[in-house]
C-alpha cells in the first residue's frame, strides 16, 4: 500500500504565499514523477505542476513565473507566491509509483488539501 499525505493548505490574502507538501510512503521501489492537481468548485480538475524523477518540471499556464515545484525524498512540494483569488481550490498531490522492480507504475493521490485565497 502507498500512502501520499498531504499539509500546507489554509486561508492566505491576496498576493501572500504558501507552501504545500505532499510525502509518499508504503512500499515503494521508485517514483518515476509527482505532481499537483486542483479543482474548484464547478469546474474541472486541473494540473498544476509536474516534476520528474530526473528534475523536469511542467506548469499550468496560469501559474507559471508564481508557483515552483520541488521534490526531495519521496515528498514534493509547491511553493505559491503571488497568489490570486483565482487560485482557491483543492489540491491533490499526486505520484507514479513502482512498488517492486517488476510492477507497473500505478498512480496514487493525496486526500486534497483546500487552499484559500481571499481578504
Known amino acids: 500500500q502507498v500512502q501520499l499525505v498531504e499539509s500546507g493548505g489554509g486561508l492566505v490574502q491576496p498576493g501572500g504565499s504558501l507552501r504545500l507538501s505532499c510525502a509518499a510512503s508504503?512500499?515503494?521501489?521508485?517514483?518515476?514523477?509527482m505532481g499537483w492537481y486542483r479543482q474548484a468548485p464547478g469546474k474541472q480538475r486541473e494540473l498544476v505542476a509536474t516534476?520528474?524523477?530526473?528534475?523536469s518540471t511542467n506548469f499550468l499556464r496560469s501559474v507559471r513565473g508564481r508557483f515552483t515545484i520541488s521534490s526531495a525524498k519521496n515528498t514534493v512540494y509547491l511553493q505559491m507566491n503571488s497568489l490570486k483569488a483565482e487560485d482557491t481550490a483543492v489540491y491533490y498531490c499526486?505520484?507514479?509509483?513502482?512498488?517492486?522492480?517488476?510492477?507497473?507504475?500505478?498512480?496514487?493521490w493525496g486526500q486534497g488539501t483546500q487552499v484559500t485565497v481571499s481578504s
Open positions: 499526486n505520484a507514479l509509483v513502482k512498488k517492486t522492480f517488476n510492477s507497473q507504475v500505478t498512480g496514487y
Open positions: 516534476i520528474t524523477s530526473g528534475g
Open positions: 508504503g512500499t515503494i521501489f521508485s517514483i518515476n514523477g
